[in-house]
C-alpha cells in the first residue's frame, strides 16, 4: 500500500513557467510534509517543508499549498529554471516521528531551455 | 564541511555473495538512517540508529540485511546471500539530532548490483 502518492509521474514545463506537482496521503497520523529534490547521481536534499497547521509556505521561487481536509499538498516552482530539472519527491512523517520519512515515488521534472 | 559519504559508489556482486555497504556520516550527528531507492522509486526507509543502538529497525526487508554502527559513527550496512531483487541505490543519511527540526542530510549512495 502506498502511503504517499504523487503526480504527475514526468512533467515537461517551459522556462519561466509554474510547475506543480500534487501528492496526495491517507494516514491522518501524519504531520511533517516535506520536499526533497534529487539530482543524479546524488542523494535527495530537503527543499521545502510544511506541518499541518498552515496552509502555504513559501520560501523563494518554491511553495507549498497544503489542504488538511483534502489529504492534499502540492509544491509549486514559481519562474521554473533549467536548473530546476530534476527528480522531487513528496513525503510525509508521522507524529513525533520526524525522523521515519515515507517518500513518494517522485516527479522527473524536466524545464526547457 | 564534509558531507556524508558512502563507499563504494558502485559495488557489483554474484547472486548468493555477502556484501558490505560503508557510511560517514557528518561529523557530530548523532542519528544515521539507511534507505534504498530502486529504480523509479522514492527512497525506502531500513533502519535508523540513534547513537550505537538501532532505533528502529522495521524497513528492513529481512534477516539477510543487517546494519551496525558499533562507535556510534560510521555504519555497515550487510547483506548476506545477496539476490537480484536487492539490486538498487542504498542511501545513508545523518542528522544533529532524531527528531524534530534537524533535516537529514544524504549521501550520494552506493549503487548495488547482483548479477
Known amino acids: 500500500q502506498q502511503q504517499v502518492k504523487q503526480s504527475p509521474q514526468s512533467l515537461i514545463v517551459q522556462k519561466g513557467g509554474i510547475s506543480i506537482i500534487n501528492c496526495a496521503y491517507e494516514?491522518?497520523?501524519?504531520?511533517?510534509f516535506p520536499w526533497y529534490q534529487q539530482f543524479p547521481g546524488k542523494g535527495p536534499a530537503l527543499l521545502i517543508a510544511?506541518?499541518?497547521?498552515?496552509s502555504e509556505k513559501k520560501e523563494g521561487r518554491f511553495t507549498i499549498s497544503f489542504n488538511k481536509s483534502a489529504k492534499q499538498f502540492s509544491l509549486h516552482i514559481m519562474d521554473s529554471q533549467p536548473g530546476d530539472s530534476a527528480t522531487y519527491f513528496c513525503?510525509?512523517?508521522?507524529?513525533?516521528?520526524?525522523?521515519?520519512?515515507?517518500f513518494g515515488k517522485g516527479t522527473r521534472l524536466h524545464i526547457l531551455p | 564541511g564534509a558531507g556524508v559519504s558512502q563507499t563504494p559508489s558502485n559495488k557489483v556482486t554474484e547472486k548468493g555473495k555477502y556484501v558490505e555497504l560503508r557510511c560517514d556520516p557528518i561529523?557530530?550527528?548523532?542519528?544515521l538512517y539507511w534507505y534504498r531507492q530502486s529504480l523509479g522509486q522514492g527512497p525506502e526507509f531500513l533502519i535508523y540508529?540513534?547513537?550505537?543502538?538501532?532505533?528502529?529497525d522495521s524497513g528492513l526487508p529481512n534477516d539477510r540485511f543487517f546494519a551496525v554502527r558499533p562507535e556510534g559513527s560510521v555504519s555497515t550496512l550487510k547483506i548476506q546471500r545477496t539476490e537480484r531483487g536487492d539490486s538498487a541505490v542504498y542511501l545513508c543519511?545523518?542528522?544533529?539530532?532524531?527528531?524534530?527540526?534537524?533535516?537529514?542530510?544524504f549521501g550520494p549512495g552506493t549503487r548495488l548490483t547482483v548479477t
Open positions: 543519511a545523518s542528522s544533529l539530532t532524531p527528531s524534530g527540526t534537524y533535516e537529514q542530510y
Open positions: 494516514n491522518t497520523a501524519f504531520d511533517y
Open positions: 510544511i506541518r499541518p497547521d498552515v
Open positions: 513525503a510525509a512523517s508521522p507524529l513525533n516521528r520526524d525522523d521515519k520519512i515515507i
Open positions: 561529523s557530530g550527528h548523532t542519528a
Open positions: 540508529f540513534q547513537g550505537t543502538g538501532a532505533a528502529d
